[in-house]
Structure formats: C-alpha cells, structure tokens
C-alpha cells in the first residue's frame, strides 16, 4: 500500500461518511413514517433542516462561558475523528493505527463529558437533568461497549479495527457463537448511545422525559446544526462499526481501488437495511421507565461477557 | 325527593336535573356543609357576586352535590366586612376556588381561628392590581393598569439534595400555559405544585356584557374540547330559567353530539397517550380514527368540534336517514378498529409497564379531594351524572358507567376504552330511538333573578353551570365550573414518588383543562 493510495482512500471516507450521515438520519425517519402509517417526509429533509438552521442567527444564553460555544464543534470533531476511525468501505486507513477500539471508545467518551458539560454550563434545569441521565447511561454503556468490542479484538488478536475487520471479512466463513452475543449487546448498546427508543426518545417534545435532546434545549442555528450532525455522523458510525464488526463482507481491502465500487453498494444496502430494521424496533418498543435503562444496560454488558466467555469455551 | 338540611329550608330549582336552593346565615351555611361532607356528599363549585346594587352586600354560594342531586347554598357576606367561613378545611377543593373568589370579587374566606387560609392569588397574575376585583359591578372591564411583576411564593421543599425544576408556562409542545414547580431528589418527586390562571380572560364579567342566548355562545367557547358539554350545560340552565323544554329529538341530538364529543377526546388522549409512552404507532392509528370522526362531524353536523350545534331552546343540526345510517356504520366500524387497538395496547408489555402503577390515586385521596369525572371512575368511584341522578334523555339509555379500582395511569386507559365502547353503543342506541320533533322550541321570558341550573357530564367529568337571569334578557351572574378545579388538586398528589420522566405521562393520563378553571 502506497502512502498517497492510503491518504485518498482516508479522505474520500472521512468526507464520504460526513456527507452522507444525514442521509441515513432521513432514511431511517422515512422508514419510521412508513411503519406508523404517516406519509413519509423527505430523505433530505435532514439536510434541509441543517441548511436553515446555518441560515439562523445563534442566540445564546447571557451567562454561557466559551465552553458552551466550543462545545458543538468539539461534538462534530469528535464524531468525525470517530468515523475516520472506523473502516466504512475500506480497511486500508492511515489514521486508523493512531487509535483503536479503545480510543475510540474514548473518543466517544469525551464527546459525552463535552455535551453534559455544556448542558450544566447554562444553569438551567433541564441541561442538568439530560446531563445528570446522560451520564448514568453512559457509564453503563462504555464497558459494555468495551467488552463487547474485547470479543471481536480477541477473534483477531488486536485491538486494531481495521486488523480486526481485515480478519474477519476477509478469511473462510466461519460461525463465531461469540460474535452473536456481541452483537446483541452492541445493538442495544447503539440504541442507548444514539438516544433512541427505547432508552429516549428524539422525536419528543416532552422536557421532563428527554435525555440527549434536554442537554442541547438551549442550542440554535449553526450550533444546533453542527449537534445535529454529529448526531447524524454518530449514528452512521455506530452503524457502520456493527457492520464492520458483525457483516463486513464485501469491504475493500487495503489498496483495491476495484473493490470499492461494490464496496459502496455493498455498504448501502447494508445501512439501508439497518436503518429500516432501526425503524422497525423503535416502532415495536415503546420507551423504558427511566430507572429500567440501568437494567437494560446491564443486560447488554452481561451478553457482551458472555461472548467473551463463550470464545474461551469453544475457541471461536 | 328533597334532601334534609339542618336548619335549612329548601327551595326547588326548576330544570331538567334535580337541584335545591336556600339562602343562610354563616353558621347555618358552614353548618349545612359540614353536614353534606359528614354524609358523603361533594363540593361542586363555589363562587361569589356582587349584590351591593341589591342592597345585600356580596354573596357566597356554595354548589353541593348529595345523594338527590344539587344543592346551592347561598350566604350573604356584608359589604363592610366580606368574610365567609372557610370550607377548604371540609372540601380541599374549595381552596383554589375560595383563592378565585376573592381575586374576582374581594370576599376572604376565613378560619374560626380568624386566619386566611391560603393569602396567594390564584387567577390575578399581577393584570389588575390586588384592591380591584373584576367582578365587582363598579370595576370598568374595559380598563387598563400598569401590569406589576407576579411574586408569588411557592412552596420550598429543604433538605439535604432536594432542588427544584421550573416547568412551563411555555412548554416545548403546543399545549395549554400552566406552571409546574417540582421538588425532587435525584430523578424522585417529593412535590408538585401548579401555578395555573395563566389563561384568565374575564369570561365571567363577559357573561355579564351580554344577553342570556348570547351568553351560549360564549360557554360553547370556555374550553374548547368540552363545547358540547359546556353547551349543553348552559341551554339546560336557561330552559330552567325560562321553562322551556327541548323536544325529544333536540334531546337525543343533544346526547348524540355530546357522545360524539366523548368519543373525539377519548381517541385523542389515547393516542397521546401512546405517543407519550414513544409508541408512535398508536398515536397515528388514534389521531387517524379521531381525524375521521372530526370529519364527520363537519360533514354531518357542520362543525368538527360541533361548536355552537346545541342552542338554548334546542339543536342547530339534524341528521337525516342517510346520515344516521352513515354514523351507525361508522360507529360499528370504530367499534372493530377500537377493539384491535384495545388488544394491542393491553399485551404492549412495555407500554403496559410504563402505565402500571404510575401515577397512582387511591380511592381514599380521590374521595377525600373531591374528585369528578373519568379521573374519579378510575380511582374507584363510579360517579356519572349521565347514570346518577340522570338528565333526559339518559335516563332511557340506561349508560353503563365504567370504573377501576387501581388509580393508575392504567387504569385511566382503561376507564377511557371503556367509555369510548359505551359511548359509540350510546349512539347507536341514540339513532334507533330517534323521536320526532322540532329542532328548536322558543325559549320564553326570562323573568329577572330567576336562577337556573345545568349539570352534564362531559368527557372530562361533570360540567356545571350556573345562570341567574338580569333585567331585559341579560345575564347577571354566570359561573360555569370546570371539573378540573377539583382534578387538579389531585394531580399534586398522584405524582408523589414517581419519577421526573413519568410526569407527562401521568398528566396527560388526566388531561385537565386550564382554559375551563382559568375562566
């Protein structure tokens, strides 16, 4: 792999992905529109929302420090860095060796410190409830992440993503009973790190029951866009990830510009389907009592451990 | 058969429901109360006039409700000293509704220890300044005043950890202004007050302005959801006054749009209800069926809300073979779909488990608070004015009035399936017996200070109005009463230990009116 070969490729996916993110954000709103009965909006309606709101003139609260302005574009660097990380379409990326599954752990980890900060910044209430919730759920879903992500580096033999997709996609099919616990847990662990139902809800308009959406309340214009990207951004790299982990068949391999065509298709289908599954069970799950989350969570760090415990008993 | 009062002497008050009047002095009249409470009975509503043009100084009344129906028991209150004894100790729901009276018209209830029970405002929002009452007859409804900053003192929870959330009256949804003030520790609710009257327009000094059949417009307009009810209720209290009795076909008519207007709210909420829980599903099937009814509504009957259908003397609207036939199909059909939705609701093991003791109040506090309608069937209390004492022409249809024991917001789902059932098999029932007759009957005199009654139960609970007829065919004193002066007061209490999250929910489980209180 030639070095320039390995910088295209890592542009062409960073910019790839912050592109079409929302995208996917209107394809899996389409797909909820559906289920409901409801006449479905735009697949760009995302992107119309976000152009508005860069249209708008940012109001901010009189007693926000620096830290509540700096905080969106921190939130979409974290969120870009994290799907730079993240092999998409192909597993030939320089950053990648830079940070690997637990960094990007990390990554997400600051994002969060970032945005419960913010919240508390304004004083009021409801920044400090979402933050207060935010931070209960994310203490619960990081190690579950982790050990979830610990069961696929142990298959591979590192903690490098891209060596750990490398493996996976491209050697002999072989039935990994580890895996499939990891990846229930992982899929409850996306539901619960994108706020969706049924740990919150991002259609709500109720302040008393938001988690994420409490924490950004006070957020206009380009700031709320910027958050509304990342969020975009997280979601499709959480997806993403759980492709690259559990079906990565059909990504390109380090230096095959050939293979990217199907790579893309490949790809598209797969998030197709995932978002339309996504849809699919926030339309059949109403949301948790709150205090269940912790339960849920719980559940999720247990399967990730019994994945990991299965590929010690059957080495595999 | 009259009730018996001690040291009271009952008057009829002519109308379609039994109801009983008598004036007293301040003992008899907190005496004849203490009695009604002792005995089970309820306070309905209470408010105040000014009678200083009469020579009489102010006057209290008290709406009671006993076992034979409606008592209203009036007390003087002498211009130089306008105190009353206080009933929020023997009903709490008088607490707010003594707090108005004083707001409105300068009348204090008073403790036998010589206090004021609770000295806040509760309507006057700092729009008038604390010595004008609106109420009074001498108070220009058309002036203006400085508008002065609202201080008004909440109660503080302390301890260690407890701290306070702010809610409204702005709210991120498009809904009704009221305040919420919670105390809680960690996401735990110790206590919620609400800081309602955010909506006071002056209806009742407009009632004032306008002659009695004007006046029905108007009450079709206090809340919005409840226009059948409040409708209905103030054409009841007219044609008592006047002795006029609509025909057996305005009457089926009249049942058949308030049924309708039950059926409309009933969907409505259900679907809110769903949605609040993120069941989005269930929100669009409901606001689809209530969306459908709405509409036939328009077509059949002209108003989709049918604002303005029910007049004095009668109905504005008729329904022809076709249209019977149409809303018989479509109640038959509502029926299916609701059933289908009714299964998916009850086996939603995730809604069920949001809904499931959340917002909890017992029979007992709902008893002790005076609470009404579908927010009393649901905390044991089977209480329908449809059923008991029964208003024409319920008293045919024989409605059968659903109840549950459990107080939750379950149970509320449950008590409001129950009701949308009953009520499409009331209309049906309703369009097979329906008798011949005029639309409308003309009202007749109505002679200066003759009080008339209404009494309906609403979607929400019972609706009430009272009217007393002024010189020349105007209005002199109406005071229409939401249930949610007594539903609110127990909000308060079935939040208590609940968490922050489950708020909405549990409220929108009662769904009260702040329009229909804040008058």
Same mark, same amino acid.
């Given at each position: 792999?030639?070095?320039?070969?390995?910088?295209?490729?890592?542009?062409?996916?960073?910019?790839?992905?912050?592109?079409?993110?929302?995208?996917?954000?209107?394809?899996?709103?389409?797909?909820?529109?559906?289920?409901?009965?409801?006449?479905?909006?735009?697949?760009?309606?995302?992107?119309?929302?976000?152009?508005?709101?860069?249209?708008?003139?940012?109001?901010?609260?009189?007693?926000?420090?620096?830290?509540?302005?700096?905080?969106?574009?921190?939130?979409?660097?974290?969120?870009?860095?994290?799907?730079?990380?993240?092999?998409?379409?192909?597993?030939?990326?320089?950053?990648?060796?830079?940070?690997?599954?637990?960094?990007?752990?990390?990554?997400?980890?600051?994002?969060?410190?970032?945005?419960?900060?913010?919240?508390?910044?304004?004083?009021?209430?409801?920044?400090?409830?979402?933050?207060?919730?935010?931070?209960?759920?994310?203490?619960?879903?990081?190690?579950?992440?982790?050990?979830?992500?610990?069961?696929?580096?142990?298959?591979?033999?590192?903690?490098?993503?891209?060596?750990?997709?490398?493996? *996976? /996609?491209?050697? +002999?099919?072989? =039935?990994?009973?580890? &895996?499939?616990? !990891?990846?229930? $847990?992982? %899929?409850?662990? #996306? @539901?619960?790190?994108?706020?969706?139902?049924?740990?919150?809800?991002?259609?709500?308009?109720?302040?008393?029951?938001?988690?994420?959406?409490?924490?950004?309340?006070?957020?206009?214009?380009?700031?709320?866009?910027?958050?509304?990207?990342?969020?975009?951004?997280?979601?499709?790299?959480?997806?993403?990830?759980?492709?690259?982990?559990?079906?990565?068949?059909?990504?390109?391999?380090?230096?095959?510009?050939?293979?990217?065509? *199907? /790579?893309?298709? +490949?790809?598209? =289908?797969?998030?197709? &389907?995932?978002? !339309?599954?996504? $849809?699919? %069970?926030?339309? #059949? @799950?109403?949301?948790?009592?709150?205090?269940?989350?912790?339960?849920?969570?719980?559940?999720?760090?247990?399967?990730?451990?019994?994945?990991?415990?299965?590929?010690?008993?059957?080495?595999? | 058969?009259?009730?018996?009062?001690?040291?009271?002497?009952?008057?009829?008050?002519?109308?379609?429901?039994?109801?009983?009047?008598?004036?007293?002095?301040?003992?008899?009249?907190?005496?004849?109360?203490?009695?009604?409470?002792?005995?089970?009975?309820?306070?309905?509503?209470?408010?105040?006039?000014?009678?200083?043009?009469?020579?009489?100084?102010?006057?209290?009344?008290?709406?009671?409700?006993?076992?034979?129906?409606?008592?209203?028991?009036?007390?003087?209150?002498?211009?130089?000293?306008?105190?009353?004894?206080?009933?929020?100790?023997?009903?709490?729901?008088?607490?707010?509704?003594?707090?108005?009276?004083?707001?409105?018209?300068?009348?204090?209830?008073?403790?036998?220890?010589?206090?004021?029970?609770?000295?806040?405002?509760?309507?006057?929002?700092?729009?008038?300044?604390?010595?004008?009452?609106?109420?009074?007859?001498?108070?220009?409804?058309?002036?203006?005043?400085?508008?002065?900053?609202?201080?008004?003192?909440?109660?503080?929870?302390?301890?260690?950890?407890?701290?306070?959330?702010?809610?409204?009256?702005?709210?991120?949804?498009?809904?009704?202004?009221?305040?919420?003030?919670?105390?809680?520790?960690?996401?735990?609710?110790?206590?919620?007050?609400?800081?309602?009257?955010?909506?006071?327009?002056?209806?009742?000094?407009?009632?004032?302005?306008?002659?009695?059949?004007?006046?029905?417009?108007?009450?079709?307009?206090?809340?919005?959801?409840?226009?059948?009810?409040?409708?209905?209720?103030?054409?009841?209290?007219?044609?008592?006054?006047?002795?006029?009795?609509?025909?057996?076909?305005?009457?089926?008519?009249?049942?058949?749009?308030?049924?309708?207007?039950?059926?409309?709210?009933?969907?409505?909420?259900?679907?809110?209800?769903?949605?609040?829980?993120?069941?989005?599903?269930?929100?669009?099937?409901?606001?689809?069926?209530?969306?459908?009814?709405?509409?036939?509504?328009?077509?059949?009957?002209?108003?989709?809300?049918?604002?303005?259908?029910?007049?004095?003397?009668?109905?504005?609207?008729?329904?022809?073979?076709?249209?019977?036939?149409?809303?018989?199909?479509?109640?038959?059909?509502?029926?299916?779909?609701?059933?289908?939705?009714?299964?998916?609701?009850?086996?939603?093991?995730?809604?069920?488990?949001?809904?499931?003791?959340?917002?909890?109040?017992?029979?007992?506090?709902?008893?002790?608070?005076?609470?009404?309608?579908?927010?009393?069937?649901?905390?044991?209390?089977?209480?329908?004015?449809?059923?008991?004492?029964?208003?024409?022409?319920?008293?045919?249809?024989?409605?059968?009035?659903?109840?549950?024991?459990?107080?939750?917001?379950?149970?509320?789902?449950?008590?409001?399936?129950?009701?949308?059932?009953?009520?499409?098999?009331?209309?049906?029932?309703?369009?097979?017996?329906?008798?011949?007759?005029?639309?409308?009957?003309?009202?007749?005199?109505?002679?200066?200070?003759?009080?008339?009654?209404?009494?309906?139960?609403?979607?929400?609970?019972?609706?009430?109005?009272?009217?007393?007829?002024?010189?020349?065919?105007?209005?002199?004193?109406?005071?229409?009463?939401?249930?949610?002066?007594?539903?609110?007061?127990?909000?308060?209490?079935?939040?208590?230990?609940?968490?922050?999250?489950?708020?909405?929910?549990?409220?929108?489980?009662?769904?009260?009116?702040?329009?229909?209180?804040?008058?």
């Amino acid at each position: 792999m030639t070095t320039t070969t390995g910088i295209a490729f890592q542009l062409l996916q960073s910019l790839f992905v912050v592109l079409i993110a929302p995208l996917l954000m209107g394809w899996v709103n389409r797909c909820r529109a559906w289920l409901q009965n409801r006449r479905a909006p735009s697949l760009l309606l995302p992107y119309y929302a976000m152009a508005k709101l860069f249209h708008k003139d940012a109001v901010i609260a009189r007693d926000a420090s620096p830290l509540f302005r700096l905080t969106p574009y921190v939130l979409f660097g974290c969120m870009w860095l994290a799907a730079g990380i993240v092999p998409v379409l192909a597993t030939a990326l320089p950053f990648a060796p830079a940070a690997d599954v637990i960094a990007l752990v990390g990554v997400f980890a600051l994002a969060r410190v970032f945005s419960a900060l913010a919240a508390m910044d304004i004083g009021t209430s409801f920044g400090g409830l979402g933050a207060r919730r935010e931070m209960l759920i994310g203490f619960l879903a990081e190690p579950a992440m982790l050990m979830t992500l610990f069961t696929a580096a142990f298959i591979s033999g590192s903690t490098q993503l891209t060596t750990i997709v490398n493996t *996976l /996609a491209h050697r +002999a099919f072989e =039935v990994h009973p580890s &895996l499939l616990f !990891a990846a229930v $847990a992982f %899929l409850m662990v #996306l @539901l619960a790190e994108n706020a969706r139902i049924p740990i919150d809800n991002p259609t709500t308009h109720l302040e008393l029951t938001m988690v994420h959406e409490a924490m950004i309340l006070e957020y206009s214009a380009r700031h709320l866009a910027l958050i509304e990207w990342a969020v975009a951004i997280k979601l499709f790299a959480y997806m993403t990830l759980g492709i690259a982990l559990f079906l990565p068949w059909g990504i390109a391999a380090a230096g095959d510009w050939a293979a990217l065509p *199907l /790579a893309v298709v +490949a790809l598209g =289908v797969k998030l197709a &389907l995932a978002g !339309a599954g996504l $849809a699919l %069970l926030e339309s #059949l @799950l109403a949301k948790l009592r709150l205090f269940l989350a912790p339960e849920f969570l719980s559940a999720a760090f247990l399967l990730a451990v019994l994945g990991m415990l299965m590929h010690f008993l059957v080495r595999g | 058969m009259t009730p018996t009062l001690p040291n009271i002497v009952l008057a009829p008050v002519s109308g379609a429901v039994p109801a009983w009047r008598a004036e007293a002095d301040a003992a008899h009249w907190r005496a004849a109360c203490e009695h009604v409470a002792q005995a089970g009975g309820r306070l309905a509503a209470l408010w105040a006039s000014d009678e200083r043009a009469r020579g009489t100084g102010y006057r209290v009344c008290a709406l009671l409700v006993v076992h034979e129906g409606l008592v209203c028991l009036e007390l003087r209150v002498p211009q130089d000293a306008p105190v009353y004894p206080d009933l929020a100790a023997l009903f709490p729901a008088a607490g707010r509704m003594q707090r108005a009276a004083f707001d409105l018209v300068g009348v204090r209830a008073l403790r036998p220890e010589g206090d004021v029970p609770d000295p806040r405002p509760w309507l006057r929002h700092g729009a008038w300044p604390e010595d004008a009452f609106p109420l009074r007859r001498d108070f220009e409804a058309a002036g203006t005043f400085p508008t002065e900053l609202d201080r008004y003192r909440f109660v503080k929870v302390e301890g260690e950890g407890v701290h306070e959330i702010p809610v409204g009256p702005v709210h991120a949804g498009t809904i009704e202004p009221g305040h919420f003030r919670f105390s809680i520790v960690g996401e735990k609710l110790l206590r919620l007050e609400e800081r309602l009257g955010y909506k006071h327009k002056g209806i009742e000094k407009r009632f004032t302005a306008l002659s009695l059949e004007d006046g029905a417009r108007l009450a079709g307009r206090i809340s919005g959801d409840s226009t059948v009810a409040y409708a209905w209720a103030y054409a009841m209290a007219l044609e008592g006054i006047t002795g006029a009795q609509p025909s057996a076909r305005a009457l089926g008519l009249r049942a058949l749009l308030l049924e309708r207007e039950r059926v409309a709210n009933h969907l409505g909420d259900l679907g809110y209800l769903g949605n609040d829980c993120a069941l989005a599903f269930g929100f669009a099937q409901f606001w689809r069926m209530k969306e459908d009814l709405l509409r036939a509504n328009q077509a059949l009957f002209g108003h989709r809300y049918l604002m303005d259908r029910i007049v004095p003397g009668g109905v504005r609207c008729d329904v022809d073979a076709a249209g019977a036939k149409r809303l018989v199909g479509e109640a038959l059909r509502l029926k299916d779909e609701l059933r289908a939705m009714r299964s998916i609701y009850y086996n939603h093991a995730g809604l069920q488990d949001r809904c499931i003791t959340t917002g909890r109040l017992t029979p007992r506090n709902a008893a002790r608070l005076g609470v009404v309608g579908l927010a009393a069937r649901a905390s044991g209390h089977a209480m329908d004015a449809r059923a008991h004492p029964g208003f024409a022409p319920y008293d045919r249809f024989s409605p059968k009035v659903a109840s549950h024991r459990n107080g939750d917001v379950a149970a509320r789902i449950v008590v409001r399936f129950e009701e949308a059932f009953e009520s499409l098999r009331l209309q049906r029932v309703i369009l097979e017996q329906l008798a011949d007759g005029p639309r409308q009957v003309p009202l007749g005199a109505a002679p200066e200070g003759a009080f008339g009654l209404g009494w309906v139960e609403g979607w929400r609970g019972e609706v009430i109005v009272a009217l007393e007829a002024g010189a020349d065919g105007r209005t002199r004193r109406c005071h229409p009463h939401d249930p949610s002066w007594q539903n609110w007061p127990a909000l308060e209490h079935a939040v208590i230990g609940n968490i922050v999250p489950d708020f909405p929910l549990i409220n929108k489980s009662f769904n009260l009116s702040y329009s229909g209180q804040d008058l």
